[in-house]
């Protein structure tokens, strides 16, 4: 079973910033959270990763709370293309099998 | 550097019939994962293979499903005797090691 839990589902306007929670209570030092979106008809793909500081890079903002328990996918410009399941993940090593959950459908207004 | 490859895109089969699906992964990864999705419904994870040896395949149904990875060529899913509940999208992804895994388009299988 998944380890995360997120909303099912979140809106927000184009152009604006968009944040997306995730609950990993259970998580040990060394596990890290992934971050994965599925457009609709595609494969999953990779968006961000973390362990225990903040990461940034082009896609998005990944903000980790201090005791790691929970976390934050920032994308700072929503666009429709963003539009899609947004997949929260807690693995145990980093080539570990991937245990996705229901994710939280993210619908764009226009 | 060409991504995952899949193929078939899609594939049709009857019951009972055998189908194969085969996935490239990326030039210079040695890891395989194999997932499927049922339709509206999130992706679980079936198997995960390194150069001819499967390491994990907890997600793998017990019978009529296997897969390899063999020394030279792609990866292949063999379901035997498909069933309709078989028809779904599978998602191959590769890695290099301990990075993050990268996604194929996916094959979808209807089965008559």
């Known amino acids: 079973d998944a380890k995360t839990t997120q909303p099912n589902s979140m809106e927000s306007n184009e152009e604006e910033p968009v944040h997306l929670p995730c609950n990993h209570s259970?998580?040990?030092?060394?596990?890290?959270i992934h971050w994965y979106r599925q457009l609709p008809s595609q494969g999953p793909e990779y968006v961000i990763h973390?362990?225990?500081s903040n990461v940034n890079n082009r896609m998005a903002s990944l903000a980790i709370a201090e005791d790691r328990k929970s976390s934050t996918l920032i994308l700072h410009r929503a666009t429709l293309r963003d539009a899609a399941v947004y997949y929260c993940?807690?693995?145990?090593?980093?080539?570990?099998?991937?245990?996705f959950g229901k994710g939280t459908r993210l619908h764009i207004l226009p | 550097n060409a991504g995952v490859m899949q193929n078939p895109r899609h594939l049709v089969r009857r019951r009972g019939q055998e189908a194969r699906l085969r996935c490239s992964p990326m030039?210079?990864?040695?890891?395989v994962y194999w997932y499927r999705q049922l339709p509206e419904e999130g992706l679980k994870f079936m198997v995960y293979?390194?150069?001819?040896?499967?390491?994990?395949e907890s997600g793998m149904p017990k019978e009529r499903f296997s897969a390899e990875f063999p020394k030279e060529g792609p990866s292949i899913l063999r379901i035997q005797q498909v069933v309709r509940g078989d028809s779904a999208a599978y998602f191959c992804?590769?890695?290099?090691?301990?990075?993050?895994?990268?996604f194929g388009p996916g094959t979808r299988l209807t089965v008559l």
């Open positions: 992804a590769s890695s290099w090691g301990y990075n993050e895994q990268f």
């Open positions: 973390g362990l225990t």
């Open positions: 259970t998580i040990s030092g060394t596990d890290y």
């Open positions: 993940i807690q693995t145990m090593n980093r080539d570990d099998k991937i245990i």
């Open positions: 293979l390194q150069k001819e040896n499967i390491i994990d």
């Open positions: 030039k210079g990864h040695s890891h």
